[in-house]
């Protein structure tokens, strides 16, 4: 299997811009988290789905992040209007079965700059 | 809530030594499961070993082990032999039995030197 697959790798954007990142699960995995990684504040847990359903969105950062999952296979996460305090990098993950027991597993994240 | 807390931010060791890790967590749940993850320069996060709190055995993948001690709250990592390789960020994390919170610790930067 491929693994985590997130897109792109790296984006650069100006403040304001409308931000999307992608993320393919492991084929079969039944959630999906989306994690964000500063320097400040570390790893943070951003929102996780099961069975294509948003579970918890608490750690959503405000009204500018939003994240869907149409469909097992596909994930995003989006920032509009984006912000320079945005930048940071960002991880999906995705875990099989009963996710409560299983690792997630990480995709290699994307780098979002902000400027 | 959970806490976990990694007390040393960063640390070296020599080639082919052997290093650990240490992290502290707080709960008040009696089953759980602990994580180190590692992150290396690539940023990809790659799990190293994990642990389930009701299993009293220390878990081993090759060359990493760790010391569980649940009373003490303690989940430390165990690096044998270390390898140039290595060298990355190491994270611990708590996941509750209910699996709706997986917490991180603030993650320690290991250097491997030659």
């Known amino acids: 299997d491929a693994g985590v697959i997130q897109s792109p790798r790296h984006e650069v954007t100006e403040m304001g811009q409308e931000v999307t990142l992608r993320c393919k699960p492991i084929?079969?995995?039944?959630?999906l988290f989306w994690y964000r990684q500063t320097m400040m504040r570390g790893l943070e847990l951003l929102i996780y789905f099961n069975n294509n359903v948003p579970i918890d969105d608490s750690g959503m950062p405000e009204d500018r992040f939003s994240a869907k999952m149409p469909n097992a296979s596909f994930s995003t996460l989006k920032i509009q209007p984006s912000e320079p305090r945005d930048s940071a990098v960002y991880f999906c993950?995705?875990?099989?079965?009963?996710?409560?027991?299983?690792?997630?597993?990480f995709g290699p994240g994307t780098r979002l700059t902000v400027l | 809530a959970q806490t976990v807390t990694q007390s040393q931010p960063e640390m070296s060791v020599q080639e082919a030594e052997t290093v650990t890790l240490s992290c502290t967590y707080d709960t008040s749940e009696s089953n759980y499961y602990l994580f180190w993850y590692k992150q290396p320069p690539s940023r990809q996060m790659i799990l190293v070993i994990r642990q389930e709190a009701y299993k009293q055995q220390n878990a081993t993948e090759n060359r990493f082990s760790v010391n569980f001690q649940k009373a003490a709250k303690s989940f430390s990592l165990k690096i044998s032999d270390s390898q140039l390789g290595d060298t990355a960020m190491y994270f611990c994390a708590f996941m509750n039995e209910a699996g709706n919170m997986l917490t991180f610790g603030g993650g320690t930067r290991l250097m491997v030197k030659p």
């Open positions: 993950a995705s875990s099989f079965g009963d996710w409560r027991r299983d690792t997630q597993y």
């Open positions: 084929s079969g995995h039944n959630s």
